[in-house]
């Protein structure tokens, strides 16, 4: 790490032509769908500089980041203590996180749902008995899901199990079930889907940019913070 400190150090002294290379981002799905537009319109500002993004587990980012796999990750934390965890776990001064948004769990219904009324409030308990649609129990989306039924009294383990927020969510769209996700899945839109928010307090993960301390004054990767800071505010900070 040391070695390779060294080397983006010397490259961010050297390069005075401007953001030029490739760089290389990783993402996980629901991200890379999010921000990767605003990606690209950013990198195609720069002739000389080309984009790969990468879709990663979620728990490979930090990995590919500390080992110069890729320069930029995004990441999500559901347990609100991954930055500082990161930095006081030995590794001060190695990643830097950029808070990018806090991402609330929805209600998400077919459209011809009664909880697709905006003008009925949403009872999670009168909605217990509903089919639930939900990744499988390893998965922090599903152990959010799971936090979040069991304060309304708790529902009978969901009958189907997927992988991929996105199958849930079009499997939703079909009206085999009803899910809680995290809102940035819902990027794209669904006409066929209602979003709800959910009462109370609810279950949420913050989204962040690492990349490492090293490398943040690179051009390329000083290009790529720029463009993930603009997108967020669109996206939903």
């Known amino acids: 790490e040391r070695i390779l400190a060294m080397i983006e150090a010397a490259e961010a002294d050297l390069s005075d032509a401007g953001p030029v290379g490739r760089v290389t981002v990783a993402a996980f799905p629901t991200a890379a769908v999010a921000f990767g537009p605003a990606l690209v319109r950013r990198v195609r500002a720069h002739p000389g500089l080309t984009l790969l993004l990468r879709e990663t587990p979620l728990e490979e980012g930090l990995r590919l980041v500390r080992t110069g796999e890729v320069d930029v990750a995004l ?16 590794n001060s001064g190695v990643l830097r996180f950029f808070h990018l948004i806090r991402d609330p769990m929805v209600l998400v219904v077919p459209r011809g749902h009664p909880a697709a009324d905006p ?8 909605l ?11 998965e922090p989306s599903r152990q959010a899901v799971d936090r979040l039924l069991a304060s309304a009294g708790g ?3 969901a009958p189907w199990q ?12 079909r009206g085999i079930g009803i899910a809680a996700l995290p ?6 839109g669904d006409r066929r889907v209602a979003v709800r928010d959910l009462p109370g307090s609810a279950e949420a993960r913050d ?27 669109r996206v939903g900070r």
Do not use: K
Not at 76 to 89: C, H, I, K, P, V
Not at 164 to 173: E, K, N, R, W
């Open 128 to 138: 217990r008995h509903e089919s639930w649609l939900a990744s499988p129990t390893n």
């Open 207 to 233: 989204v962040y940019a690492v990349a490492r301390a090293s490398s943040v004054r690179r051009p390329s990767v000083a290009v790529i913070l720029a463009a993930l800071d603009a997108a967020a505010e």
């Open 162 to 173: 997927f992988e991929g927020l996105s199958t849930i969510l079009s499997l939703v769209a």
């Open 183 to 188: 809102r940035l899945t819902l990027t794209v």
């Open 75 to 90: 990441v999500a934390d559901w347990s609100g203590r991954l930055a500082s965890a990161e930095t006081g776990n030995g």
């Open 119 to 126: 003008g009925r409030p949403v009872d999670l308990d009168e």
């Open 155 to 157: 529902v009978p383990p």
